[in-house]
């Protein structure tokens, strides 16, 4: 994820069917991404935030790190209470983590998503393939956090022997 990338998001929000403007933003970026979302939010939408790979992400280890951390940190967006009930628009946190007790309801919610929700049917979205070969560069990407989709590691191919 780019800073360049994340100044151009408002314009491809807006680039979208609908001119830009939603029910519901789901946003596991956090930053300049979640200010744009929140922008976008048509009045009574909605925003889930699940994630902060824009601004804590992605940046490798040790000082790098800690030079991502800390700016991303102190940049975050800020939100103005009034604004939400003015224009009747919420934001919503989510963590998976607090559901791990909740045994019951997460089969629950499975049990649907998979046999309603029509996820045994679709194909998952692959963001890349890597051979086996290239297992170190596949894990480098997934760390970088540029990755859309599940990054793939065919077992018994190498990079030259498949199509892509």
Known sequence: I????????????AALPGGGQF????????????SAG?????????IVHFGA???????????RKWLTLVPGYLLRPKLD?????????????????????????LNKELDAMLT???????????????GFDE????????NS???VGKVVVEVGSSHGERDE
């Open 38 to 46: 929140l922008q976008s939010l048509e009045q009574m939408g909605r």
């Open 81 to 105: 209470p009034g604004e939400l009930v003015g224009t009747n628009r919420a934001v919503m946190g989510f963590n998976l983590i607090w559901l791990t007790e909740r045994i019951a309801l």
């Open 23 to 34: 029910a519901c933003v789901l946003d596991s970026l956090g930053g300049g991404y979640f």
């Open 135 to 142: 297992l170190p560069q596949a894990l480098h990407f997934l």
């Open 2 to 13: 780019t800073r360049r990338s994340e100044r151009e998001y408002p314009q491809q929000l």
């Open 53 to 63: 790979t824009s601004s804590y992400g992605g940046a490798g280890g040790g000082l």
């Open 145 to 147: 956090g540029q990755s």
């Open 116 to 130: 309603r929700g029509g996820l045994l049917t679709r194909p998952p979205a692959v963001g890349r393939t890597f």
